[in-house]
């Protein structure tokens, strides 16, 4: 017989969910033992990203004692107690003109916030960050917040641990996403230590830099971030950042709905703040002379801006500090809403150097007291904290790392729920309107783009048993091209009432053995009449039904196949199934029926018609057309 058909009534496999069927080699993750050596790695790189920050710190605060009052000196200052006034038009100034050039003859990867060209080195330069760009970022955003810039460190310490992470990384062999998981625990490190907040420093990893939570990438971050935290605690103390609001445990009920209006409010500043940046951007975009001098123009806007109001200059942490605990006057707190919002967003726009997060606790602060002047008091700088936790959520558009950094900013643990109403509130708003946040748009205006949605692949949901189809049609080995072909040409003349044709995928058998695979085309356009499948045939790609459809995508894209056959896991594997591009997209289509389709399932009256589905394996899956190209659905299991 010159080729054998399997039975055209091929039942699919049971279900390991429907008989209760253990699948040992499936797991909740998948954790490779070099998982154990990359969190070890971390530990140190935590402890080197840690001392990165703290030097960033005081070389901050050197070049303001410099800069502002003449003295050698790492004493934490602010530039505002200058005795002379002149110094704070003239340093911003200066201090563009050096990042400008820095930039223009170092690297212009040191440009804008550092977030952006983390997220890009990630995405696209396979975690890879150049070592000048690790020495020059520290310090031009030492020099622009040391000579006045209203900016925070966060950024360029994220950058720079990320670089610490990344060159060690470097000397490695290690795979792209082992370097990505280095270069994201510096990242967090350095965070961790310039705060005291490890918690919000991975929560901030996994939000805006890892785009995944799984094993390989969380345990090294979480190593890097607890040890850093450590190393920070002799050099810089371990008290919180901020002192608290001292929030009761009780709140009156209209606290919370005011909350609401918090968070509404908070997003329309993230709103504004956002497009403030990129409006400033383009506006510099479109000056007739180079980058380079864009930095000093910024500069020149922020010396303007600290003569009506000095405190929005540097970093202000003792500001912010005045603003939580309810310290803060009237006119400070408009000064700070009005005056940093403006030198902050314009001068961003510029391309100078300088970090986000700070001066959006400066603002959502200042918002806050605001509202504190006329809401019901709370207690002092309760708004001021919650209003700091919406403005987060929604700039960053990460509202679980905004509450956790002002839980361990302040240890506030009382205004946990107000923070999460107004966060959530503010997220809500900003992720409606916007489509990018401040730390993406840069991204997309590169041409780059990015989700931050994480859910579960539907491909990984659901196994092979449940979408393969039966084999039709295999061939012997000692059989020839013609033989083959010519029982095709039969099949097509009679209209191909088996599906012969459709299998397009024809295992090659010597006995039981599987020995190869051939393709239609092979055996009807690519081969001599008289050539054996036993050296016509191809190396057989082969799964098992109780592997997941991701696994199976997965392996269709490392050897460039769009069918694949499925094989028991016996000593001597039998021919199973064969399953086919197309079904895995039946899977996708089945999770777009699943978001998109709206149904009800229960009804106050009697249901008149009953509607069919077809279930298989785990779950309901809805009926798709059969198009005249389809290559084979999943079989029904029942039809109720």
Known sequence: MPFSRAAQSHPPAPTAQRHGVKIPHLGDFHVPPRVAAITALAIPIGAAAALVAVA???????????????????????????????????????????????????SEKIRGHGMPEAIE?????????????AALKPLSAAISIGTGGPFGAEGPIIMTGGAVGSLISQHLRVTTDERKALLVAG?????????????????????????????????????????????????LGTEPLFGGAHVPAHLPTSAYGLCVVAGVTAGLLALGATWLVYFSEDLFA????????????????????????????????DVIDQLLTGRATTGLIIGILVVKTLIWGLSLGSGTSGGVLAPMFMIGGALGAAEGLVFPQVSPGFWALVSLAGVLGGVMRSPLTGIVFCLELTHEMNALIPMVITASAAYLLSVIVLKRSVLTEKLARRGMHLTREYSVDPLEVHLVRQLETPIRLTLRAEQTAGEAAEVLRAAYEAGDPDGLLAQRLYPVLDGETLTGVVTRHQLVHGAADDTPLSRLAGSAVTAHADETLRTLANRMAEHDITRILIVSRDELPRLEGLLTLRQLLHARRVDLHEEQH????????????????????TGVWPAVPRSAEEEGDPSPVSVT
């Open 598 to 617: 709206v149904e009800r399932h229960l009804t106050l009256r009697p249901r008149r018609k009953r509607s069919i589905v077809v279930a298989s394996g």
């Open 187 to 235: 990242s967090a490190a350095g965070m961790a230590a310039t705060f005291n907040a490890p918690l919000a420093a991975i929560l901030l990893a996994v939000e805006l830099l890892l785009f995944e939570w799984r094993p390989r990438s969380y345990l090294p971050v979480a190593a890097a971030a607890a040890t850093a935290t450590l190393v920070r605690g002799p050099l």
């Open 56 to 106: 960033l710190l005081k070389l901050i605060a050197l070049f303001t004692n410099l800069c502002f009052y003449g003295r050698f000196a790492f004493s934490t200052t602010a530039p505002h107690g200058t005795p002379h006034r002149w110094l704070l038009v003239v340093m911003p100034i200066v201090g563009g003109l050096v990042i400008g050039v820095m930039a223009r003859y170092g």
């Open 286 to 317: 479109k000056l007739p002379f180079h980058w380079m001098w864009w930095p000093a123009i910024g500069g020149a806007i922020i010396g303007i801006g600290g003569l009506f109001e000095p405190r929005a200059l540097g970093v202000g942490y």
């Open 121 to 133: 080195s990630i995405l696209i330069g396979g975690s890879r960050v150049q070592p000048r760009v």
